[in-house]
């Protein structure tokens, strides 16, 4: 199966459980966590004159909560399943579009946006693709466009031990996953400079919601300080060159 195919496939299989393994406030807590990252990685900029892209949007959460900030968001994924998802939950939002579209492949999007975002390389599923998207998100941004990723922490043992269970159940194997190490190599390979990279998070998903609080300041302070073993995420913001 190839690579395209086994991640449409995959992401098809999980649509209808997306929401279900994590618990819902830590996967809110994420979705503001990661607004806030993206807008501060614009730095002066006003998003409200912005048009950004959110690659591999599955369930359309990130997305809808981004299109209160920018001027027009769109979501794009390459599983259907996921599409029809994101379009029932958030119908006649203005700004808001969401698009079965293949993000390994976005020449029809040359020049579009000012903003490109995927949260979660891994479900690019593996190293060849995700040098594919971003190669075809440089042609996707307008000239000093700004490319947000993040994805999980392998290195956290604890993490690595819940993918390794939810994969299992899907059937996808742990070589979707790259170190933080190997996407800058990557970047750097495809002519992007990096203007800001760290780990951060320490909220696991088995944590009660009245510790959120507490995970929450941990998240402020590892931000600060790059602890590859027990952070959870990690980011990577950088401009094409």
């Known amino acids: ?24 406030e830590i996967f809110d807590y994420y979705i503001s966590v990661r607004v806030k ?16 892209m959110d690659g591999a949007c599955g369930s359309g959460e990130l997305a809808f909560a981004l299109s209160k900030h920018f001027k027009k968001v769109v979501g794009m994924d390459l599983s259907e399943n996921m599409i029809n998802l994101c379009k029932s939950r958030y119908e006649d939002i203005s700004n808001l579009e969401y698009k079965k579209q293949d993000i390994l492949n ?10 490109i975002c995927c949260t979660d390389l891994h479900h690019l599923c593996g190293k060849q693709n995700v040098k594919k998207f971003l190669e075809t998100a440089k042609k996707a941004l307008k000239k000093d466009g700004i490319l947000f990723i993040t994805d999980t922490n ?22 979707i996953y790259l170190t933080k190490k190997e996407i800058e190599s990557l970047l750097d390979k495809t002519n992007y400079n990096i203007t800001n990279s760290y780990y951060f998070g320490l909220c696991p998903s088995f944590s009660p919601k009245s510790l959120i609080p507490f995970f929450d300041s941990l998240g402020n302070l590892i931000s600060k ?17």
């Open 154 to 175: 392998m290195g956290n043992l604890i993490v690595s031990k819940v993918v390794n269970k939810i994969n299992k159940k899907f059937h996808a194997g742990n070589e």
């Open 1 to 24: 199966m190839d690579n395209n195919k086994k991640q449409e496939d995959f992401h098809n299989k999980i649509a209808l459980y997306y929401n279900t393994y994590v618990k819902k």
């Open 225 to 241: 300080t790059p602890l590859e073993k027990i952070s959870v995420n990690f980011y990577i913001v950088s401009k094409s060159r």
């Open 106 to 115: 976005l020449d029809s999007w040359k020049n579009k946006f000012d903003l």
């Open 37 to 52: 990252q993206i807008i501060k990685s614009i730095g002066s900029k006003s998003s409200k004159d912005l048009v950004m």
